[in-house]
């Protein structure tokens, strides 16, 4: 069998199982290996694979029923940007059919571990393999520019490295705003959001905007039965699905698409939490078994985390509604941003799995979360701007549909990075390996920079999300 045979036959177990069952496999077994009882072990990870089915039910369920009404409000408003969002789903094909993304499946995998094994991070990052992706995404554009094919994977592995830091510095709030002990979120297009959110929520604390309370907590208590989480869901749905059919408003079809809308969005708030409670009590036993390794001699900050898939944090009220609301914000900025081409379309419904930083680090504030992230997008859409000819040349030679002549693509999930794909694709893409090499260089006191001061951190994480909470 040659290379190309095994990183097929590996990326076809990947997708053929997909994480509702590895997931479960991997808490089985660290449980076992953290010394859990066989039966606990057992039902930890069965509960693991039914709380990531029922997200998986509830997201897929959900993003078909809002993303033709973002199409229909795109096309009544007439906006018209060439480089136009595909969806996360066309990265993921450009990932999975080169040669370097299929050797980041294997090879990047048994990075990630060692990187576990070797006490370079606390995180085991493998528990969320799908997400991956996004890596191999970045490293397959810098292949076809190249066609250097170590190049590339040393620039994987080089996201990998920086990446550790960002999914260290988020772990704990995010692990403790969203309810799932000893787990955070590690995905490339999630966790590097950190240190934008931590820094702009410290500046936004500075100018008093802890004092607008905009947490779903806060607002339930201000505004009665008009502030709970399914209520705010149905109105919010019910104004997205206006804006999606402005064209048609008159008719009866727009209004039972309308509330269609308005019901489901109120729905995803209303069983969001159960299934989230089933999916958190698989990692009780590892929690305790934490908790045991930690008095037996766990540095501070070192104890175990997961890396888990980042459906998990999706439909949690503040996460959701935020979302919901950046969908316009994000829409008029593409509009007015000077230089801007892209659209952002299909991802727009996904901006609620990238946003999870800015949630946990301002602890669910509804206002500093949308401030700073339609910050973080507009830096992003410049992103999406710069490496759009290249996207949409490598989509062009793998996409099952011909793209119309003159076309130009993105993803506004995977390629909207100002960290990833600012300062570590482009260097690379730009300098080759000397970009590589300095890069690698930079890490290192970055690296133990942050680890030794990563406690502290984490703290002053903690001690500014704290402001948020009602007095």
């Not at 990932?95 to 990187?115: E, I, K, S």
């Not at 996201?159 to 960002?166: A, T």
Request: net charge neutral; with cysteine; proline share 5%.
């Amino acid at each position: 069998m040659n290379i190309d045979s095994f990183l097929q036959g590996l990326s076809s177990v990947f997708n053929t199982f997909g994480s509702a069952v590895f997931v479960p496999v991997i808490i089985f077994v660290i449980c076992l290996i953290l010394g859990v009882e066989l039966k606990k072990a057992a039902f930890s990870g069965l509960n693991a694979g039914i709380g990531l089915t029922g997200f998986g039910w509830l997201v897929n369920s959900y993003i078909p029923i809002i993303v033709p009404a973002v199409q229909n409000f795109v096309k009544a408003t007439s906006i018209n940007l060439p480089i136009v969002d595909i969806g996360w789903q066309a990265t993921s094909v450009i990932a999975y059919a080169t040669q370097a993304g299929m050797m980041f499946l294997a090879f990047g995998l048994l990075f990630q571990v060692a990187l576990f094994l070797l006490k370079v991070t606390n995180v085991f990052i493998p528990g969320d393999l799908w997400n991956n992706y996004s890596y191999m995404f970045w490293g397959s554009m810098i292949y076809v520019a190249t066609k250097d094919i170590w190049l590339s994977l040393a620039a994987m592995f080089i996201m990998v490295l920086y990446n550790v830091i960002f999914i260290e510095m988020n772990s704990k709030r995010w692990s403790t705003y969203y309810g799932y002990q000893n787990c955070t979120v590690p995905a490339l297009h999630i966790a590097p959001g950190t240190p934008f959110a931590v820094g702009g929520n410290w500046v936004l604390n500075k100018m008093g905007a802890y004092k607008i309370r905009w947490r779903p907590e806060a607002l339930r208590k201000n505004m009665g039965f008009l502030g709970e989480p399914i209520v705010l869901g149905m109105i919010l749905g019910l104004l997205l699905g206006i804006l999606g059919h402005l064209g048609d408003i008159a008719t009866l079809a727009a209004w039972g698409n309308i509330m269609t809308i308005a019901v489901s969005t109120a729905s995803v708030m209303a069983i969001f939490p159960r299934v989230a409670n089933i999916f958190a009590s698989a990692f009780m036993p590892i929690t305790e078994a934490a908790r045991k390794r930690n008095t037996a001699g766990v540095r501070e900050g070192d104890d175990l985390y997961i890396g888990i898939n980042d459906a998990t944090g999706y439909g949690e009220p503040a996460t959701l509604i935020s979302g919901i609301i950046l969908i316009p914000v994000l829409l008029l900025l593409a509009v007015i941003l000077p230089g801007n081409r892209t659209l952002p379309l299909v991802d727009l419904i996904a901006i609620s799995f990238i946003i999870q930083p800015f949630v946990a680090a301002s602890n669910g504030n509804i206002f500093k979360t949308v401030v700073l992230s339609a910050i973080w997008f507009s830096i992003g859409l410049y992103i999406c701007t710069w490496t759009a000819p290249l996207f949409t040349e490598v989509y062009a030679q793998f996409a099952t549909t011909p793209l119309a002549e003159g076309a130009m693509v993105t993803s506004g999930m995977i390629a909207n990075k100002p960290i990833v794909g600012g300062l570590i694709f482009l260097p690379i893409l730009n300098f080759k390996w000397i970009g590589a090499a300095v890069l690698t260089l930079i890490w290192f006191p970055v690296y133990f920079a942050f680890k030794k001061n990563k406690v502290r951190i984490q703290n002053f994480m903690e001690e500014q999300a704290a402001l948020d909470v009602i007095e």
